[in-house]
């Protein structure tokens, strides 16, 4: 009787034990939300793209800081992904949600060009424009160019024969290989580009030698160039990065343009005024924070802050630049 | 720094009383889930894995050795007192192991399992310690040519080799390969197969179907089927270690195990199954005297020593293709790459130049988790043997449950829950009519990768499909995967000439992933 017993209640504690791993299991998956009352609560913000890319980062980026100033709290993070972002844009253009806010940048204005989108940035509302990356130009060390000139002189000869890697179709790297392209006279429309999903296949595909070149974030190639198994040939934008202080811009070598990989955030549309004042504070508010300062430097950021109408007017100039390119290089018919 | 000086790096982060309680959760979280009848591996690590999203990634991949490691143990035992495998790795274990166990040796079985897993577990890890950075080093030189091929040895291995016919596990291979081409293409930004469903846009969550296949099809199948038998559970006491002369029957089946498991493993083809088999069948070989009488009969311990050490030794192996080349040659391999790439992290010959701390902690708490499952489960086995006493109406209730949970917890998608139960019935239709899962699973992971390796091939090489073969390292790999189709069709052509019954079709139904 009494072993009967005894086994009869182990058995039913391993029962409970199995139980209580499954319920573990099931309950923990939400991850950390529901804070206490702060300044702003239930705040979502959409990464159009998968974990781990720019938009990815840039949001948790924004949530943490935003935490951890007490300006808002509770902020969730959710990605949607697809093709350049524009799955998300479509997310929030469809949305009623006044406490939305998605993430965005020069990939998705591409993005919105490529894939044809039925929604536009114009059916969303512009808040602010937070950040950017430089690209850079790289060879592989033991290739035979050591210039951008050299560079520029072999690609010009053969266009068909020169694969380049970057990012995704239509994004930063293939508009910014189009402006460069047709400013130094190669036909936009011959360049052999070679799409990757996301900057480390891009690396991968320069270390290995099968393309010629490769464009990507400064952050995202320095590494190996600082290893010395890449060659910087120039950076993109205005300024030379911090992070590679002895590359050349473009247009210290005679190309004449600057480019940048910006990032910024909009919410849906027809949000009202207030709630548009209410955001541009908020990004304003952590713009200046020192942890936002500290996060631009750890994840090798540029400042590149912007709101308002201002900042309107730099998307819609953005939007005409990316237009041309991508219809020169045939990718917008 | 050296490999080494990484690794003490890593049991320095691994070791501290936070990680080491994230990877004691996991090893019993694992053991737990994996110790449950009809689930392998592969479908606990998917099961467990919104768990894992609670923490930071670092602590996260430390759970995670934890549960991948717990739950080959777990099957083990689950495969010896009851003979339900829960993957065809462990259908060797099974047979000499359910065996040993119906003659009363079941606390032996259980202990030459589970040292033998320790040992054998030890051993490829530091094998995989020492080979891995090596391999990353020199995977960095390999094109998308070279991608490309790999990946068609990986399909054509997981489909070909294994399961009860070649052609069923193709098509299941194809089943994945086209879901696997669902959502928008991300080198052309287009639509495919999307049938208007927005969050179809985003391509099939790769861990729903796991789930989906796996739990959900499992569960279905246990209702439809399996639900008027209780399950005949061996009962076992404490299990404290084993005797001396056990100890000198199993030692070398654990090495062999090693050997074999271990490069066959590593090598992007076939995964944990083809060394199993291969242990089993040269330990039987080798049996002489007592052993040899044993063996098929009333359970020989060499058959539980070799192919459980091949199994373990296989899992730290397949390791190396996935952290070095990003290529999931196993299902259990094929839901590990979904999780680091849900962390935003892309295994690949960069990971361990760009995430050193991640790769080493993660390496170094495979060694801290197969200590403390070997602590774990020889004192605790009895505890094991009563789980599986839990009737299966509960049992599968609960899974069903926390698999549904799970999914909606990840992305709060309400669409997620309906691709779950669609992909649910199909796999439940693939255990009915005989069709291997893994294939299908590896192939909604790998599809995608081969795919725009071999777009970018033809966009560098402007459309010459010759230069598939451009490469040596190509022309090899390609012509091993040929000749694993040839061989495959021989040796069971020659199985049905002799009317032998192939290891594969001892295989249940259950088994069928």
Redesign the interface.
Known sequence: MLPQLVRRRATRAAALLAAAALLTGCGSGSGSNGGQAAPITGLKIMAPAAPGGGYDQTSRAMQKDLQDTKIASGVQVFNVEGASGTNGLKQLADSKDDNLLMTMGLIMVGGIQTTGSEKTLKDTTPIARLLAESEVLVVPAESPWTTLEGFLESWRQDPKNTPIAGGGAGGSEQILLGLIADQVGIDPGQINYVANSGGGKALEKVLSGEVKAGLNGVSEFKEQIDAGKLRALAVSGDNRSKLLPEVKTLKEQGVGLSFYNWRGVHARPGLSDSDKQKFTDMLTRLHDSEAWKKTLVDNDWEDYFLTGAEYSSFVDSENERARKVLTDIGLVK | MNSVELLLQGFQHALSAQNLMFALIGVV?GT??GV?PGIGPAMTVA??L??T??VDASAAFIMFAGIYYGAMYGGSTTSILLNTPGETASVMTAIEGNKMAKAGRAAQALATAAIGSFVAGTIATAALTLAAPQIADWA??????DYFALVVLALVTVSAMLGSSPLRGFGSLLIGMFAGMI????????NRFTFGV?EL???LPVVVAAVALFAVGETLHVAAWLRQTPPKVIGVSTVWGLPKEDIKRSWKPWLRGTALGFPIGAIPAGGADVPTFLSYAIERKLAKGKAKEEFGRTGAIEGVAGPEAANNAAAAGVLVPLLTLGLATSSTAAVMLAAF??????P???LF??NPELVWGLIASLYIGNVLLLVLNLPLAS?WA??L??PRP??YG??L??AS??TY????SPVHLVILLVIGVLGFAMRRYGWPIAPAVVGLILGPIGE?NLR?AM??N?GDYSALVSTTFAKIVLGLALLAVVASLVLRVRARLKGKQTPEALVGAGAGN
């Open positions: 979280l737990l889930i449950l099961l467990l919104p768990i999203y609670s960095v030189s390999l094109t998308s040519v959502g928008i293409d991300s080198l052309s930004g287009q927005d846009t985003t391509g790439q849900s962390y935003g992290l892309r690949g010959p960069l130049t760009s505890l009563k789980l006493r839990v509960f049992l609960g899974i449950t926390c949970l799970g917890a990840v992305n709060q725009e970018q966009q560098i402007q």
